[in-house]
């Protein structure tokens, strides 16, 4: 009997572990001042927040080098990245554009800056997220989620939710109805 009592009692604690696995932790997210590079950071924000219950806060920088300076340091876990912006960084992949300029700065972040690229969100851009080993590591369920949002785009949706981005309209409101109308959150 007391057997079965610690064998219930040991699963009880190990499914319950894994559903506050995030809960009570944080989620930097780093992204120039673009139109796009926010929406999509709020998107992801939105999704992680109400999937998860990690806070994500989002913290912009003035140009690439100032966020890559502060992915070095720890300071922001994950990223909005373009194969344009990353083959301009690491000097690799200008001659290529869409999927394979996509896979080979995939392949050169993880070798050379331990930083994993996510599929991308959508659109011809091919701009995803990018996120760090060591959220990785804290935050393993994080990829399966975010990955949700791949492809999540037409070319034509896209460019209407970044124009709608940079009008009035807040990004967090218009990633939260976005997400709603797929079915997200």
């Known amino acids: 009997m007391k057997r079965t009592m610690v064998v219930v009692l040991l699963l009880l604690l190990l499914s319950a572990g894994e559903s506050v696995a995030c809960v009570g932790r944080t989620l930097y997210v780093g992204v120039t001042p673009t139109h796009s590079e926010v929406l999509l950071a709020e998107m992801i924000s939105v999704l992680v927040n109400e999937r998860t219950g990690t806070t994500v806060k989002i913290l912009q920088f003035k140009d690439a080098r100032e966020l890559y300076g502060a992915v070095k340091k720890g300071?922001?876990?994950?990223?909005?990245?373009?194969?344009?912006?990353?083959?301009?960084?690491?000097?690799?992949?200008?001659?290529?554009?869409?999927?394979?300029?996509?896979?080979?700065?995939?392949?050169?972040?993880?070798?050379?800056?331990?930083?994993?690229?996510?599929?991308?969100i959508g659109g011809s851009a091919y701009a995803a997220p990018v996120i760090s080993m060591e959220t990785l590591s804290n935050l393993p369920a994080l990829p399966k989620l975010i990955n949700k949002l791949s492809n999540i785009f037409s070319d034509e949706t896209y460019s209407k939710v970044v124009k709608a981005a940079g009008s009035d309209e807040k990004p967090r409101k218009i990633a939260r109805d976005f997400l709603k109308a797929k079915k997200l959150i």
């Open 75 to 120: 300071e922001v876990g994950l990223i909005i990245e373009s194969p344009n912006r990353a083959s301009g960084l690491t000097g690799k992949g200008k001659d290529l554009s869409g999927k394979a300029a996509y896979d080979l700065l995939k392949n050169e972040y993880r070798r050379s800056m331990n930083l994993v690229w996510l599929d991308p």
